[in-house]
């Protein structure tokens, strides 16, 4: 029967219930109203979900299911006139926000954080909804592992709209019947109070044990009661949770970005790719990390192996990767230089080496920190053998801030000696005019004495003609030190620094590196990205002018491109990797692809597929 006038309730945007034949039907965004205001501080999990300004603005509830991801209807993102489900999956198409916490919408508790990634059903009108940063200090609420059943009673809670309040400002929650359970569905009813526009997404909970598991979560509903609906049913459809828990924790480990790098991880004599991916954030808000390998078979790679993750506790975010031989045995490893934060004596900055094993590699170690005053966040790295002992070192680009000379950039090696990294010695500095902020940093044996080198590919601004200018620096070891950095090249015409990805090789075969650029000649009207490769020949003193070796002739976006070095068909010519973001699956996992352009020593051959799918 309707709801009484004097039971104020809540709702967010469900989709709308209409008239037909007795059954529920999707339609335009609906109502739903809940029973009582809840008391401060109760059901803190849910959220408040706003999309868009304006005429398009509109609200609804979630549930707070992960440090990083509330749970909810995709009804509420879906566009005008699409249906309920499914929704694309990616970055919501209108600016959409989550407040967690706040039971009493016109108070300051909890927190207000921006949703930035939709990953959503395709089964049922349900989305997983990604946070911008991670909700450490509210409890997620725990996924129901049993289903309804009839004549069950379940607490249904929204933000939605009451029978007297279009935009009511606190919570409210009712208990509501089940009268039928479906295999993605439920039905429930409750005699004095709906559900209303504004509670969509919402959750139905159980009460067990004295604590709230989420058993499904609010799709359409009659309205009745609700203001402005004439409706007198008060019947709504839920859409259930309990065989969906693998799916959630799924998307709670979901990769995101990734770092990359090469190195011969098993001692075979063929290059293999490690990638570093993302994993969020620990129901607990501990940021995850994996790596993965792809190791060569000498005509393609292997899919990605797990070969490290942790279940919390190593942010990615915070992590630089790079990788060399770093113990003398003759497989190459892993390393990250880690951000630790701040201390009394300033930023804290550590190494950690995955060493390689063969077969895989072995936890991360801690081979150096600093109890202060070393800032990862100046610091640009890269690897190489800069002492020739067979031993790869680590180097870091530093900024140095600025004099009144100029801007102060440095050279920092970190030098191994077989188990960890001694302390970072300065091995080149300027007094100014070199900019840090400028320089893309790499590694590699330029003129072929056995001790890599450092170059860096510096962004030298614009000409009084328009033209971009960039050069090349090589900044050559002689064992010990770093001599200052020699112009080895320098654009004549428009080489966009800002359009180059670096990576460095020995891609003739000559026994010297050289140096590769991963070139974004944009996108065309129909939307086709373009790019190209560049290689600069070292003659042992200079560099060539860049080459272009490929140009892309269907669509090969620059900006989903991670390029690499390495002899991946062991014939004793660099090739180049490239790790790929080619797109999102249905319920919204990263998809990668793993590209090579093999070298032939005058030339480099088109990218070929070698793998796609999604790690796990």
Known sequence: MPVRPSRRVRAISLVAATAAAGAL????????????????????????????????SRACTGSLVDAQYVLTASSCFAAA?????????????????????????????????????????????????????????????????????????????????????????????????????????????????????????????????????????????????CLGSDETRNGAVETRLDDITEWVKQVRALPGESQVASGD??????????????????????????????????????????????????????SKLTSGDFDGDGKDDVAVFYNGGSSDTGAVS??????????????????WTTPGGFTWDRSKVTSGDYNGDGKDDVAVFYDGGSSDTGNISSLYTFTSNGTAFNNPRKTWTTPGGFTWSAGQVTSGDYNGD??????????????????????????????????????????????????????????????????????????????????ALFTFTSDGTNFAAPREVWASTSSFSWAASQPVSGDFNKDSKDDIGVLYRSGTTADGRRIDSLFTFTSTGTDIKAPVKHWTGSVV
């Not at 039907?25 to 304006?54: C, E, M, N, R, W």
């Not at 950690?352 to 094993?357: A, E, I, L, V």
């Open 350 to 367: 550590s190494l950690y080496t995955f060493t390689s094993t063969g077969t895989g590699f072995k936890a991360p170690r801690k081979t």
């Open 25 to 56: 039907t999707l339609g335009s965004p609906a109502q739903a109203l809940v029973g009582d205001a809840v008391a401060d501080h109760t059901y803190t999990f849910t959220a408040k979900i706003q999309i868009g300004d304006g005429d398009t």
């Open 450 to 531: 056995g001790k890599d080198d450092v170059a860096v590919l510096y962004n030298g601004g614009k000409s009084t003609d328009g033209k971009f200018i960039s050069s090349l620096y090589t900044f050559t070891s002689d064992g010990t030190n770093f001599a200052s950095p020699r112009k080895s090249w320098t654009s004549s015409g428009s080489f966009n620094w800002s359009a180059s990805k670096l990576t460095s090789g020995d891609y003739s075969g000559d026994g010297r590196d050289d140096v590769a650029v991963l070139y974004n000649r944009g996108t065309t009207a129909e939307g086709v990205h373009q790019s």
């Open 81 to 225: 006139g699409q249906p309920a489900f499914p929704i694309p999956a990616g970055a919501p198409a209108e600016k959409a926000t989550a407040t967690i916490g706040r039971t009493d919408l016109t108070g300051t508790t909890g927190k207000v954080v921006e949703i930035t990634e939709l990953v959503p059903r395709a089964d049922r009108d349900l989305v997983m909804a990604k946070l911008a940063e991670p909700v450490t200090d509210i409890a997620p609420v725990v996924l129901a592992t049993t289903g309804p059943v009839a004549g069950e009673t379940l607490q249904a809670v929204g933000y939605g709209r009451t029978a007297n309040s279009w935009v009511p400002d606190r919570l409210h929650a009712g208990a509501f019947a089940v009268t039928q359970a479906d295999t993605t569905t439920v039905a429930v009813t409750r005699d004095d109070g709906s559900i209303c526009k504004g509670d969509a997404g919402g959750p139905a909970l159980r009460e067990k044990d004295g604590k709230a598991e989420l058993v499904a979560v609010h799709s359409t509903s009659w309205q009745a009661g």
């Open 265 to 318: 991880f098993n001692a075979d004599g063929k290059e293999d790719i490690a990638a570093f991916y993302d994993n969020g954030t620990s129901p607990e808000g501990k940021n995850r990390s994996s790596l993965f390998a792809f190791y060569s078979t000498g005509t393609g790679f292997a899919a990605p192996k797990n070969v490290w993750s942790t279940p919390g506790g190593f942010t990615w975010a915070s």
